[in-house]
């Protein structure tokens, strides 16, 4: 498994441009919305955004650096070959979630240097520290739900069945906008999400209120969900090829 | 680790093995048979003759719908798990980002009993292939990657699915050569091709199948028993049947406009017939004795090979005997060609 997960991280990591790209678009925002003032659930709008878009980028990091990868390589036969090496089904998911959990690290990298510099944000160092755990133990689920996507759909629509997931996510997660003004059933739907769940643990351990354990959970509840999926495509996969 | 009993079984074992696809498509009906440890065996049979589903179900990839399959004395996904086989399945592509070197290497990883890197690279014949990227290589440099890959964990079995369809024929020599040579020390080789030369030339006992059954099963010498048959095209204004069904060795006449096919157990005898009836006969064509030609005598009795190895008199000609409709052996002909990659010409050799 160890050397599985180590091939898989130096191809991942050969592809810069994509390794770039995820990170770009919550830097973007960042950047733009990071200087308003105001404040909100306790936190001024730098903190608040901070976790908004480590959530976001965390999210998009952990679904990309395995989902359109994995369809790709199911269509052209290289699942296969991997299925009849002795490699474990637990084995590979295994493998599979390290790396996921890995390729978020950049993002959320350059997004707490760019809080703590341009955004000015403060956090003593024990909440920092929750903070972070909280933001990378928080994307498992996500990493799994790349490796479903991966796995239930071809190498046309994963990308665009990622893209749809991700921002019903953000939105309904109420991470691009307040989940209390989402429109009711909207709301209802949102709070089943894993992102809203994240997002909440996020805020709460930046403003440093205490994490419920509902919102932990809910993240562990669907991991399990999507880790017994992803196995069980995993193992039938062969009708593709 | 291994006991000795588990070493006496066979190596694979097929008993009553069934195959339906979306309960409709029996690629496998009612296959037995089994390998015995060391054989190098070739599983042999046109597009379509369940050669894949057999190996994909032996690599556990597939289960059957119903039937027993053992490998080495164990369940092919206990057998895949424990490391014991080595596969190159049919459409086996290769991952993005990884160069040769890296990829041969998890392999390595990946198996407990493991080749040196520099042994794989060289029975695959891809030591300056080491440093290139997996995904742009081409077909054949792909496959023989596929080919290391196979080899890493020093297989007890070794399944390879049509491995030399897109090599060239110096790539094919060199790619049979290491199969026997990792034959010799001990390994089952169990490969699925639809050349009959390429059977002949490297099994030591062929299993015919087509539709999902076994046809024939038996050394290459009692194989090629069955495709002595010689197709005779050529063309003549108003053909006559019933005339030209009177040459000796002549079993089917097929005629399409002035273009006609004989198919003959002894074209020795026929040919000098045919000129003997004084009509003009233009763009003379002999074709070899396709596995089709084979597979047909096969089907069609169960008259002893060699005897009389066509259907009789009467009996209609299939569609895919017809000018267009060889799908394994091509346009019959061309059996003074030279070692082309022309299946056709191959089956003419072998015959």
């Known amino acids: 498994m160890i050397a599985f997960l180590r091939f898989e991280l130096v191809r991942t990591l050969r592809n810069v441009r994509f390794l770039v790209m995820l990170v770009a678009f919550p830097v973007l925002i960042y950047l733009i919305y990071a200087k308003q003032h105001g404040m909100s659930q306790g936190l001024t709008v730098a903190t608040l955004l901070l976790v908004s878009m480590a959530v976001y980028s965390g999210m998009g990091s952990a679904m990309f650096a395995s989902g359109p990868q994995l369809a790709r390589e199911r269509q052209n036969g290289w699942m296969r070959q991997l299925r009849i090496s002795p490699i474990s089904t637990r084995g590979w998911f295994a493998a599979k979630l390290v790396q996921a959990i890995l390729m978020i690290i950049p993002g959320l990298a350059v997004l707490m240097v760019l809080a703590l510099t341009y955004g000015h944000v403060h956090l003593a160092a024990g909440r920092l520290g929750e903070l972070l755990a909280v933001l990378v133990l928080g994307t498992i689920p996500f990493c799994a739900l790349g490796l479903v996507i991966g796995l239930l759909f071809d190498t046309q629509t994963a990308q665009v069945a990622q893209m749809i997931t991700l921002l019903v996510m953000a939105f309904l997660g109420g991470i691009f906008i307040q989940w209390s003004d989402l429109p009711h059933g909207m709301q209802l739907i949102g709070k089943l999400l894993p992102s809203y769940h994240l997002a909440q643990l996020g805020w709460n351990a930046a403003a440093g209120l205490p994490l419920a354990m509902s919102d932990v959970a809910a993240l562990a509840a669907w991991t399990a969900a999507l880790g017994l999926i992803a196995t069980w495509r995993w193992r039938n996969e062969s009708t593709t090829a | ?351």
């Open chain 2, 1 to 351: 680790m291994q006991t000795t009993t588990t070493d006496a079984l066979p190596a694979v074992v097929f008993r009553d093995v069934v195959k339906v696809y979306n309960g409709r498509v029996t690629a496998l009906d009612h296959v037995s048979f089994e390998i015995a440890r060391g054989a190098t065996v070739a599983l042999l049979g046109p597009n379509g003759a369940g050669k894949s589903t057999a190996i994909d179900t032996m690599l556990g990839l597939r289960t059957p719908t119903s039937g027993q399959v053992r490998v080495l004395g164990m369940t092919p996904s206990a057998a895949v798990a424990a490391g014991k086989i080595g596969g190159m399945v049919q459409t086996g592509g290769l991952p993005e980002g990884a160069k040769v070197s890296e990829l041969v290497g998890l392999f390595r990883q990946l198996y407990r009993d493991r080749r040196s890197l520099r042994e794989l690279l060289r029975l695959a014949g891809i030591t300056d292939l080491a440093d290139r990227r997996a995904d742009q290589l081409s077909g054949g440099q792909t496959q023989r990657v596929r080919f290391a890959l196979a080899l890493a964990g020093h297989p007890d079995l070794l399944f390879l699915d049509e491995p030399t369809a897109s090599l060239d024929v110096e790539a094919r020599r060199e790619f049979w050569q290491s199969v026997q040579a990792i034959a010799e020390q001990g390994t089952t080789v169990l490969f699925a091709t639809h050349y009959l030369d390429e059977a002949d030339a490297n099994a030591s006992r062929i299993i015919v199948a087509s539709h999902g059954r076994v046809l024939a099963d038996g050394t290459p010498a009692q194989i090629k028993g069955y495709t002595s048959i010689r197709t005779v095209r050529f063309s003549t204004p108003e053909p006559d049947t019933s005339v030209l069904l009177r040459l000796p060795g002549v079993g089917d006449v097929l005629t399409s406009d002035g273009v006609v096919t004989l198919r003959t157990a002894d074209a020795d005898a026929t040919l000098p017939a045919l000129y003997a009836l004084g009509r003009p006969v233009r763009g003379l064509e002999v074709g070899g004795g396709g596995l089709e030609e084979a597979l047909l005598a096969l089907t069609s009795d169960d008259r002893a090979p060699g005897a009389d190895g066509y259907p009789g008199p009467g009996r209609a000609v299939p569609a895919t005997s017809g000018p267009a409709g060889h799908s394994a052996s091509g346009p019959a002909g061309h059996s003074a060609s030279g070692p082309t990659d022309d299946p056709a010409s191959m089956m003419t050799k072998a015959g």
